[in-house]
Protein backbone atom coordinates (compact mmCIF):
# COMPACT_ATOMS: atom_id res chain seq x y z
CA UNK A 1 0.00 0.00 0.00
CA UNK A 2 2.46 2.38 0.67
CA UNK A 3 4.00 1.72 -2.62
CA UNK A 4 0.98 2.66 -4.25
CA UNK A 5 0.90 5.95 -2.04
CA UNK A 6 4.42 6.84 -3.27
CA UNK A 7 3.67 6.89 -6.51
CA UNK A 8 0.44 8.98 -5.95
CA UNK A 9 3.28 11.46 -4.15
CA UNK A 10 5.59 11.26 -7.31
CA UNK A 11 2.45 12.40 -9.43
CA UNK A 12 1.36 14.85 -7.89
CA UNK A 13 4.67 16.29 -7.70
CA UNK A 14 5.22 15.93 -11.30
CA UNK A 15 1.90 17.12 -11.84
CA UNK A 16 2.52 20.29 -9.93
CA UNK A 17 5.75 21.17 -11.77
CA UNK A 18 4.30 21.19 -15.31
CA UNK A 19 1.38 23.32 -14.09
CA UNK A 20 4.30 25.52 -12.60
CA UNK A 21 5.91 25.60 -15.96
CA UNK A 22 3.05 26.24 -17.99
CA UNK A 23 2.35 29.20 -15.89
CA UNK A 24 4.88 31.68 -17.54
CA UNK A 25 4.99 30.05 -20.86
CA UNK A 26 2.04 32.31 -21.86
CA UNK A 27 3.39 35.51 -21.04
CA UNK A 28 6.53 34.95 -22.15
CA UNK A 29 5.10 33.78 -25.78
CA UNK A 30 3.07 36.97 -26.07
CA UNK A 31 6.18 39.45 -25.21
CA UNK A 32 8.03 37.27 -27.55
CA UNK A 33 5.16 38.02 -30.29
CA UNK A 34 4.98 41.39 -29.29
CA UNK A 35 8.62 42.29 -29.28
CA UNK A 36 8.77 40.38 -33.07
CA UNK A 37 5.70 42.34 -34.27
CA UNK A 38 7.62 45.55 -33.46
CA UNK A 39 11.19 44.59 -34.74
CA UNK A 40 9.91 43.21 -37.99
CA UNK A 41 6.98 46.36 -38.80
CA UNK A 42 8.54 46.64 -42.48
CA UNK A 43 5.83 49.29 -43.34
CA UNK A 44 6.80 51.49 -39.72
CA UNK A 45 10.43 51.09 -41.21
CA UNK A 46 9.55 52.67 -45.40
CA UNK A 47 7.14 55.13 -43.64
CA UNK A 48 9.83 56.11 -41.50
CA UNK A 49 12.88 55.84 -44.42
CA UNK A 50 10.49 57.34 -47.43
CA UNK A 51 12.39 60.69 -48.11
CA UNK A 52 15.39 58.82 -48.49
CA UNK A 53 13.54 56.07 -50.74
CA UNK A 54 12.21 58.80 -52.44
CA UNK A 55 15.40 60.50 -53.09
CA UNK A 56 17.04 57.61 -54.06
CA UNK A 57 14.23 56.18 -56.44
CA UNK A 58 14.21 60.21 -58.24
CA UNK A 59 17.97 59.71 -58.21
CA UNK A 60 18.37 56.44 -60.29
CA UNK A 61 15.38 57.29 -62.27
CA UNK A 62 17.29 60.56 -63.60
CA UNK A 63 20.48 58.55 -64.12
CA UNK A 64 18.95 55.94 -65.95
CA UNK A 65 16.78 58.33 -67.99
CA UNK A 66 19.38 60.54 -69.18
CA UNK A 67 22.25 58.00 -69.39
CA UNK A 68 25.42 58.35 -68.04
CA UNK A 69 28.28 59.18 -70.03
CA UNK A 70 31.12 57.07 -70.40
CA UNK A 71 33.44 59.52 -67.94
CA UNK A 72 30.54 59.27 -65.32
CA UNK A 73 30.26 55.87 -65.15
CA UNK A 74 34.13 54.85 -65.30
CA UNK A 75 34.60 57.41 -62.19
CA UNK A 76 31.59 55.71 -60.63
CA UNK A 77 32.93 52.18 -61.29
CA UNK A 78 36.40 52.96 -59.54
CA UNK A 79 35.52 55.71 -56.80
CA UNK A 80 32.95 54.10 -55.39
CA UNK A 81 34.80 50.86 -54.13
CA UNK A 82 38.06 53.38 -53.45
CA UNK A 83 35.64 55.02 -51.40
CA UNK A 84 33.82 51.90 -49.72
CA UNK A 85 37.20 50.15 -49.02
CA UNK A 86 38.77 53.90 -47.36
CA UNK A 87 35.85 53.79 -44.89
CA UNK A 88 36.28 50.39 -44.06
CA UNK A 89 39.80 50.77 -43.41
CA UNK A 90 39.15 53.72 -41.52
CA UNK A 91 36.37 52.02 -39.14
CA UNK A 92 38.66 49.33 -38.83
CA UNK A 93 41.74 50.74 -37.59
CA UNK A 94 41.25 54.07 -36.63
CA UNK A 95 42.72 56.36 -38.59
CA UNK A 96 42.16 59.71 -38.91
CA UNK A 97 45.21 61.16 -40.59
CA UNK A 98 45.70 64.98 -42.28
CA UNK A 99 45.72 63.75 -45.89
CA UNK A 100 42.61 61.92 -45.49
CA UNK A 101 40.72 63.51 -43.23
CA UNK A 102 39.67 66.41 -45.73
CA UNK A 103 38.25 63.71 -48.33
CA UNK A 104 36.52 61.31 -45.98
CA UNK A 105 34.99 64.88 -44.19
CA UNK A 106 33.86 65.80 -47.24
CA UNK A 107 32.27 62.76 -48.43
CA UNK A 108 30.63 61.83 -44.83
Do not use: C, Y
Not at 77 to 87: E, N
Amino acid sequence: MSHEVGKDHVKRHIELAIDRAREGVGEHVDALDRHLRESLDFKAKAANNAPALLAAGAAVGFLAGFGLNDKAARVLKIAVPLLLVAKVAQARFGTHDSETSGLADDLS
